[in-house]
Nanobody
Framework: QVQLVESGGGLVQSGGSLTLSCTAS????????MGWFRQAPRKDRDFVAA????????RYADSVKGRFTISSDNAKNTLYLQMNRLKPGDTAVYYC?????????????????WGQGTQVTVSS
């Protein structure tokens, strides 16, 4: 059974930085695409970034490109999201997703397992 546990969320001022972590058990990281999604209040869950476990290829939503960096440590089965120059619009619950069925997928339905989410709040 796959289990994903996110950490690292919190409250930060606009322009600040946070790093989210997602530790996985029950799967082999290098075999899958892993992703980060986020859900703001009263909005749908949106794609943020994805990375392939095999070669580290990445993909980003336009809204975070140049500010966020996704990475993974396959030996530790841990996924990261480094978030810089944060804006109030980045406020959301951030979810780690695993077992992506398509290469660098941005589609929520193409991920099989999800973490419980971690809150990120950016104050202006």
């Amino acid at each position: 059974q796959v289990q994903l546990v996110e950490s690292g969320g919190g409250l930060v001022q606009s322009g600040g930085s946070l790093t989210l972590s997602c530790t996985a058990s029950g799967l082999t990281f290098s075999r899958y695409t892993m992703g980060w999604f986020r859900q703001a209040p009263r909005k749908d869950r949106d794609f943020v970034a994805a990375i392939t476990g095999s070669d580290g290829s990445t993909r980003y939503a336009d809204s975070v490109k140049g500010r966020f960096t996704i990475s993974s440590d396959n030996a530790k089965n841990t996924l990261y999201l480094q978030m810089n120059r944060l804006k109030p619009g980045d406020t959301a619950v951030y979810y780690c997703a695993s077992e992506g069925t398509r290469w660098l997928s941005s589609v929520e339905a193409q991920y099989k397992a999800w973490g419980q989410g971690t809150q990120v709040t950016v104050s202006s």
